[in-house]
């Protein structure tokens, strides 16, 4: 029992990390869009900071992935599932971790594909920076990776316990809603 617990706050702590990885990124591109705007004052060239930028987006994006499902942040369809009988709900939660279980895995593989042949063929960005894109690409690959194991986490969870892992905080959301 506890190599479960380990597992399951190891688990916790990769979603977290992720996150907080995530969350970086943004400040990256709040500290590159600042020099850029210095060095544009000063008269000074910062070749690739649009690449820069674009590069930390995009890991910002993937890998906050799994942290925001954990949060309950993605879109799901709850009327449907709070419509439907309890155990036709748990068939539905099921076929959804599914299907995002098995597309993540696949998105994966073939991102893992993506980033070998980058690096084997010393593939580099069309940009002033000619920086080797396995780099910004691994970022990607890890945060998909992660919230394929995310996903497969809580497709898990849902077929041995009936219930998902995802908690919903309402500070998050909109007071429009």
Not at 6 to 23: I, K, N
Not at 48 to 60: E, R, T
């Amino acid at each position: 029992m506890t190599v479960l617990r380990g597992l399951r706050s190891g688990l916790d702590f990769l979603y977290l990390a992720a996150g907080v990885l995530a969350a970086l990124c943004l400040i990256a591109i709040l500290g590159l869009i600042v020099v850029q705007m210095l060095a544009r004052w000063t008269g000074e060239v910062f070749p690739g900071a649009p690449d820069y930028a674009g590069y930390a987006m995009a890991a910002a994006s993937f890998l906050a992935f799994a942290n925001a499902l954990n949060r309950g942040s993605h879109i799901r369809v709850s009327i449907l599932l709070n419509a439907v009988p309890e155990g036709f709900r748990r068939v539905l939660e099921i076929w959804c971790f599914g299907i995002g279980t098995a597309v993540m895995w696949y998105f994966t593989y073939y991102a893992y594909r993506f980033v070998y042949w980058s690096w084997k063929f010393n593939d580099v960005s069309q940009g002033q920076d000619r920086t080797p894109l396995w780099i910004p690409q691994s970022v990607m690959l890890f945060g998909g990776a992660v919230l394929a194991v995310a996903l497969t986490d809580h497709l898990i969870h849902v077929i041995f316990r009936g219930d998902h892992r995802i908690t919903r905080d309402l500070d998050d959301q909109s007071h429009a809603e």
